[in-house]
């Protein structure tokens, strides 16, 4: 990864920054045409150095370097390392910028790395759910635009199923559209097997990757909520759990970071990630 952001840094600002090689003479003929003998300097300098160079060759020109990155792992050392590495940047003044997204609890867990808790400092955007017409008219848009039809009932049924989750609007659309992508039309049964195939693929990726990442008193907190058919009061989680308002508030701001469960109003909390609640209940009885 790091190499990658190297070399699309050096591809993107060709045009600012010297693209020269370094040469050795490594040998010299005298004969009647003479010739000579170079190779090529290796960079052993390292990743954050090369960068930095750029980024000050960059800066003299009068412009920075914006770097972004989808889908943050936090179990990737490159990440961290990246991550590490632009607090330098920015410490030395450098006109660089970060912009991560990811999934929240990958976001919540790689705040939460020691390397870098200066990200905790960051700017922050929380992504809510997706109303369900903009989901409706994202779906049918995508179709249209490409030529092609779409079954109604199977996009209805497709847009209670994404629930205004986003990952879920690329997954469902995308397993609906490719299994039959030679087709002039999205059915019923391919919408179906779209919604399905998503569903699994949500379970596995998602649900299950969250439910690994719970301590065991994250787990009591949530358990805790599922009593209630919809929103839980603090007041309520106290008394089940029989631990201080303060014990249950840092439970309560923990999960609300790792986009489990949203506030709903003052001292309102309800279950956030779409379908964990089901997928939590399903745990607690195996």
Same mark, same amino acid.
């Given at each position: /990864?790091?190499?990658?952001?190297?070399?699309?840094?050096?591809?993107?600002?060709?045009?600012?920054?010297?693209?020269?090689?370094?040469?050795?003479?490594?040998? &010299?003929?005298?004969?009647?045409?003479?010739?000579?003998?170079?190779?090529?300097?290796?960079?052993?300098?390292?990743?954050?150095?090369?960068?930095?160079?750029?980024?000050?060759?960059?800066?003299?020109?009068?412009?920075?370097? &914006?770097?972004?990155?989808?889908?943050? =792992?936090?179990?990737?050392?490159? /990440?961290?390392?990246?991550?590490?590495?632009?607090?330098?940047?920015?410490?030395?003044?450098?006109?660089?910028?970060?912009? /991560?997204?990811?999934?929240?609890?990958?976001?919540?867990? &790689?705040?939460?790395?020691?390397?870098?808790?200066?990200?905790?400092?960051?700017?922050?955007?929380?992504?809510?759910?997706?109303?369900?017409? =903009?989901?409706?008219?994202?779906?049918?848009?995508?179709?249209?635009?490409?030529?092609?039809?779409?079954?109604?009932?199977?996009?209805?049924?497709?847009?209670?199923?994404?629930?205004?989750?986003?990952?879920?609007?690329?997954?469902?659309?995308?397993?609906?559209? =490719?299994?039959?992508?030679?087709?002039?039309?999205?059915?019923?049964?391919?919408? =179906?097997?779209?919604?399905?195939i998503a569903r699994d693929e949500m379970d596995d990726r998602i649900l299950a990757a969250t439910y690994r990442e719970l301590t065991a008193e994250d787990k009591r907190f949530l358990i805790a909520m599922l009593d209630d058919e919809e929103e839980s009061t603090t007041a309520d989680l106290v008394e089940r759990l029989k631990r201080s308002p303060q014990q249950v508030s840092r439970y309560r701001r923990r999960m609300i970071d790792a986009g489990i469960i949203g506030e709903r109003g003052r001292?309102?909390?309800?279950?956030?990630?779409?379908?964990?609640?089901?997928?939590?209940?399903?745990?607690?009885?195996?």
């Amino acid at each position: /990864m790091l190499e990658e952001l190297e070399f699309g840094a050096k591809r993107a600002a060709a045009h600012l920054i010297d693209p020269s090689n370094h040469f050795e003479v490594t040998g &010299l003929g005298i004969a009647p045409l003479g010739s000579i003998e170079v190779n090529r300097v290796h960079d052993a300098s390292t990743w954050r150095y090369r960068m930095s160079d750029i980024i000050d060759q960059l800066n003299e020109a009068g412009t920075g370097l &914006l770097v972004t990155v989808d889908e943050v =792992d936090p179990t990737l050392d490159e /990440m961290i390392q990246l991550a590490a590495t632009y607090q330098h940047f920015v410490t030395d003044g450098k006109r660089v910028a970060l912009l /991560m997204a990811g999934l929240p609890n990958n976001v919540s867990t &790689l705040l939460n790395h020691k390397t870098v808790s200066f990200l905790r400092r960051a700017q922050q955007y929380h992504l809510g759910r997706i109303a369900d017409y =903009d989901v409706r008219e994202a779906l049918i848009r995508t179709i249209q635009e490409n030529d092609r039809l779409a079954d109604a009932e199977g996009i209805d049924r497709a847009v209670r199923s994404i629930s205004g989750f986003p990952f879920l609007l690329q997954l469902v659309g995308y397993r609906a559209w =490719d299994l039959t992508s030679d087709s002039k039309e999205i059915s019923s049964r391919d919408f =179906d097997l779209g919604i399905k195939i998503a569903r699994d693929e949500m379970d596995d990726r998602i649900l299950a990757a969250t439910y690994r990442e719970l301590t065991a008193e994250d787990k009591r907190f949530l358990i805790a909520m599922l009593d209630d058919e919809e929103e839980s009061t603090t007041a309520d989680l106290v008394e089940r759990l029989k631990r201080s308002p303060q014990q249950v508030s840092r439970y309560r701001r923990r999960m609300i970071d790792a986009g489990i469960i949203g506030e709903r109003g003052r001292g309102l909390v309800a279950f956030e990630l779409p379908f964990f609640r089901d997928y939590l209940a399903a745990q607690c009885v195996k």
